[in-house]
């Protein structure tokens, strides 16, 4: 019988991606950190769970082609080791406690506008509050190249003693082209694409560490 997630599944990671605000790439991060483990683990190791009533990882797994298997909540994945869920928006209460239990992390995404920050800071304060049992890092997202938002939001939220991946997904179109052709960026044929992609490895060179 496949393993559930929260079950042990020998030296695999379960990755949660979860925000208490849309638009903050939560699905981006999702497709792509499933896509690292594929390149690092191989074909067959990672499957990407959509919990989000939106469906946005399976729209984007239907419209193309994507080098792991995405599924519904209700579905179980087959025999991969790997598991990333992309979850539904403000998780809480008992599902957000649930959802520490049954991940090795979980993987907050923020832009540096400053709407993001005060619905990420919510969201710490709720996991700060399951008193230690949730393994959580932050990761900033659409982050301007062009000024330094970004580097004042990383201050600023390091300063509150908020832990935070290294490095930042620097605002690109090509991931809104990946999305619509429903491939992961490196395949996108755009000039600064590659770049994108390796703001993702970097971050997933970091995940795959809470194994």
Do not use: C
Request: glycine content about 10%; hydrophobic content about 40%; charged content about 25%.
């Amino acid at each position: 019988m496949p393993a559930k997630v929260g079950e042990p599944r020998g030296s695999g990671i379960i990755v949660t991606v979860t925000s208490h605000k849309g638009g903050v790439g939560k699905t981006i991060t999702a497709v792509h950190l499933a896509a690292y483990f594929v390149g690092k683990f191989g074909e067959g190791s990672t499957a990407l769970i959509d919990t989000d009533p939106n469906a946005s990882a399976l729209e984007w797994s239907e419209r193309g082609r994507l080098p792991f298997p995405v599924v519904g909540p209700d579905a179980e994945p087959e025999d991969e080791e790997h598991i990333i869920l992309d979850s539904q928006g403000r998780l809480g209460g008992e599902d957000l406690e649930a959802a520490a239990e049954d991940s090795d992390l979980l993987v907050v995404p923020t832009t540096p506008e400053a709407l993001s920050l005060n619905a990420l800071m919510l969201l710490v304060d709720e996991l700060e509050n399951l008193g230690g049992k949730a393994e959580y890092r932050v990761l900033l997202t659409m982050v301007p190249w062009w000024n330094r938002s970004g580097a004042n939001a990383r201050k600023a939220l390091e300063d509150a003693g908020v832990p935070m991946l290294k490095g930042e997904i620097r605002r690109r179109e090509a991931f809104q082209t990946a999305a619509l052709q429903g491939i992961p960026i490196y395949e996108v044929n755009e000039r600064r694409a590659r770049q994108g992609w390796e703001d993702y490895e970097k971050i997933g060179r970091q995940v795959v560490k809470f194994r």
